[in-house]
């Protein structure tokens, strides 16, 4: 058990939609980063968190955004879902720059 | 720019064969972090270990052992005596000191498959 929470385990959703995908780091842990794991593109980043505020970005869609909140637990909102959205989405958190990050279980997500 | 490379897509063994996992890194940063996760087959991504630029002892873990070489950007993987529950795909990752978010850049990871 990593201490990274994320809900929910499973998604099933139509094109179109909108989901929201909630992860709680680590107790004490002040970085969240956001990943997406599909066949073809492996393990991607697409967003980090540092005690509220976004540090950095990559490859993330426009259709997507995230905030983390005071209580430092955060979430990943995905609209205008499309069959390419399918994917496994990790939350990780780390206690310190540098440091290894650890993972949730993810959020499969299916869009039908 | 940092990349990571996993050439190998996937290595079948029998159990008790000793097997070697290979990264090789790019990166201009002087300092950089690399590591090691596997992924079993549940899904979850399980931290091995993680390693920074100036710091090449070679790690020993029960069956597990890295061996880094700056000299050839290698962080090479070996699990000793395999077993069934190695199974799973393996990620060699980099973060590094210019980004300032230090996240984690992802090789494409190595499907081991340890038959009985």
């Known amino acids: 058990d990593s201490g990274v929470t994320q809900t929910p385990k499973h998604l099933i959703t139509a094109t179109g939609q909108r989901v929201t995908l909630r992860c709680s780091p680590r107790?004490?842990?002040?970085?969240v980063y956001w990943y997406q794991q599909s066949l073809d593109q492996g393990l991607q980043f697409l967003i980090q968190?540092?005690?509220?505020?976004?540090?950095a970005k990559g490859n993330i869609l426009e259709r997507f955004s995230a905030q983390q909140f005071p209580d430092l637990h955060s979430e990943l909102n995905l609209s205008s879902l499309e069959l390419g959205d399918s994917a496994l989405y990790f939350c990780?958190?780390?206690?310190?720059?540098?440091?290894?990050?650890?993972f949730g279980e993810g959020s499969r997500l299916t869009v039908l | 720019a940092q990349k990571v490379t996993q050439a190998q897509t996937e290595i079948s063994v029998v159990e008790k064969e000793d097997v070697t996992l290979d990264c090789v890194y790019e990166?201009?940063?002087?300092?950089?972090?690399l590591f090691w996760y596997k992924q079993p087959p549940s899904g979850e991504l399980v931290f091995l270990i993680r390693?920074?630029?100036?710091?090449?002892q070679n790690e020993i873990s029960g069956r597990y052992s890295w061996n880094f070489q700056k000299s050839t950007s290698s962080f090479n993987f070996t699990i000793t005596a395999s077993q069934v529950v190695d199974s799973a795909v393996y990620f060699c990752?980099?973060?590094?000191?210019?980004?300032?978010?230090?996240?984690?850049?992802f090789g494409s990871g190595t499907r081991l498959l340890v038959r009985p």
């Open positions: 968190y540092y005690n509220g505020e976004e540090r």
């Open positions: 107790s004490g842990d002040l970085s």
């Open positions: 390693r920074n630029s100036f710091d090449e």
């Open positions: 990166t201009r940063d002087t300092t950089y972090y």
């Open positions: 990752a980099l973060s590094g000191e210019m980004d300032s978010s230090y996240k984690l850049i």
């Open positions: 990780a958190s780390s206690v310190v720059t540098g440091g290894e990050l650890f």
